[in-house]
């Protein structure tokens, strides 16, 4: 003999009717998911309507014109162009340093003790 039972001594009435008709909780959870489909999909039209509109509008200007106004990119041309710009107008001028900052490679002349140390 097992050393439990297999079943409870008293079952709840909730589970002795899921355990009869499981499909009287099974069919409700379906149908919702099912309505929750048709429901959404008047909000997902609207969505595809306004990104429709949006092409249309830049269409709209496409047709007018706008876009023939550009002139097109030639790399060879932007690189003559900046290569024609002189870079060599301009002087290097050093700042002052902060006081107490070393020059570079040179050691500072105090060495520096933190504060929690006691001497």
Same mark, same amino acid.
């Given at each position: 003999?097992?050393?439990?039972?297999?079943?409870?001594?008293k079952?709840?009435?909730l589970?002795?009717?899921?355990?009869?008709y499981? +499909?009287?909780?099974?069919a409700?959870?379906?149908l919702?998911?099912?309505?929750?489909?048709?429901?959404?999909?008047?909000?997902?039209?609207?969505r595809?309507? +306004?990104?429709?509109?949006k092409?249309?509008?830049?269409?709209?200007?496409?047709?007018l014109?706008?876009?023939r106004?550009?002139?097109?990119?030639?790399i060879?041309?932007?690189?003559?162009? +900046?290569?024609?710009?002189?870079d060599?107008?301009?002087?290097?001028k050093?700042?002052t340093?902060?006081?107490g +900052?070393?020059?570079w490679?040179?050691?500072?002349?105090?060495?520096?003790?933190?504060?929690?140390?006691?001497?």
């Amino acid at each position: 003999m097992p050393t439990f039972q297999s079943n409870p001594v008293k079952p709840s009435k909730l589970a002795r009717t899921v355990k009869r008709y499981p +499909l009287l909780f099974g069919a409700p959870f379906c149908l919702i998911i099912v309505c929750a489909s048709f429901g959404m999909q008047a909000f997902t039209q609207t969505r595809y309507d +306004l990104q429709d509109r949006k092409i249309k509008q830049i269409s709209d200007e496409q047709a007018l014109g706008l876009g023939r106004a550009k002139k097109k990119l030639d790399i060879r041309e932007e690189y003559f162009k +900046l290569s024609a710009v002189s870079d060599h107008d301009w002087e290097q001028k050093r700042i002052t340093r902060p006081p107490g +900052l070393p020059e570079w490679g040179v050691p500072p002349t105090e060495p520096t003790v933190p504060k929690n140390v006691k001497s």
